[in-house]
């Protein structure tokens, strides 16, 4: 079956500009997570949604950096006011459900660059 | 909070030959989960080993085998018979029990395979 799919697959943007980085996990997983990948940070995490709760944004770095999930599916993790910082690859993952056994599948990312 | 450490940024071995990559952590837990993920230049994050901390037998998975030192919080992932699709950058990572927790990950290892 299908993966994870992320779009954009790369997104250039200029400083202080606002970008939507969308995510779609694999059909009938309850469990989201988004990470970012840059140089300076490794892998962080960032947020997690599971099902109607509300998410656990632990992870956000700013309050630049916002993320929904609609419907349970979809999700759009948002950056305003961009930072060259923020240049990063930003991955989503997504799981059956949110239990130890349940394993965290990855989409292929986006890579952010601000200009 | 938990901390993973691979010591390794770089690594290379001879197609065919064995190589160990290793990893470390640091945690008070006593419930956790550890895995290694590969992440080819295709930025997409695949799981290769999982090794539950409760478990004293160390998980393999066909080529690819984990030696868990729990005392020691240790967990090398060792790669038997390396082929030149194994080249990649390699994670450990790190997730604490219970319901929706995140993956905190080490800084990661390159793995470069010599024909």
């Known amino acids: 079956g299908a993966g994870v799919s992320q779009s954009p697959s790369n997104k250039v943007t200029e400083k202080g500009k606002d970008v939507e980085l969308r995510c779609d996990p694999i059909?009938?997983?309850?469990?989201l997570y988004w990470y970012r990948q840059s140089l300076g940070q490794g892998l962080e995490f960032l947020i997690y949604?599971?099902?109607?709760?509300?998410?656990?944004k632990s992870g956000l770095p700013s309050d630049r950096f916002s993320a929904e999930r609609t419907g349970g599916s979809v999700s759009t993790l948002t950056i305003q006011r961009t930072q060259q910082e923020d240049s990063a690859v930003y991955l989503c993952?997504?799981?059956?459900?949110?239990?130890?056994?349940?394993?965290?599948?990855f989409g292929p990312g986006t890579r952010l660059t601000v200009t | 909070a938990q901390t993973v450490t691979q010591s390794q940024p770089e690594m290379s071995v001879q197609e065919a030959e064995t190589v160990t990559l290793s990893c470390t952590y640091d945690t008070s837990e006593s419930d956790y989960y550890l895995f290694w993920y590969k992440q080819p230049p295709s930025r997409q994050m695949i799981l290769v080993i999982r090794q539950e901390a409760y478990k004293q037998q160390n998980a393999t998975e066909n080529r690819f085998s984990v030696n868990f030192q729990k005392a020691a919080k240790s967990f090398s992932l060792k790669i038997s018979d390396s082929q030149l699709g194994d080249a990649a950058m390699y994670f450990c990572?790190?997730?604490?029990?219970?319901?929706?927790?995140?993956?905190?990950f080490g800084g990661g290892t390159r793995l470069m395979v010599k024909p």
């Open positions: 990572a790190y997730r604490s029990g219970g319901a929706g927790n995140m993956l905190t």
């Open positions: 993952a997504s799981s059956v459900g949110a239990g130890d056994s349940y394993e965290q599948y």
């Open positions: 949604f599971q099902g109607n709760s509300a998410p656990d």
């Open positions: 059909s009938g997983h309850t469990a």
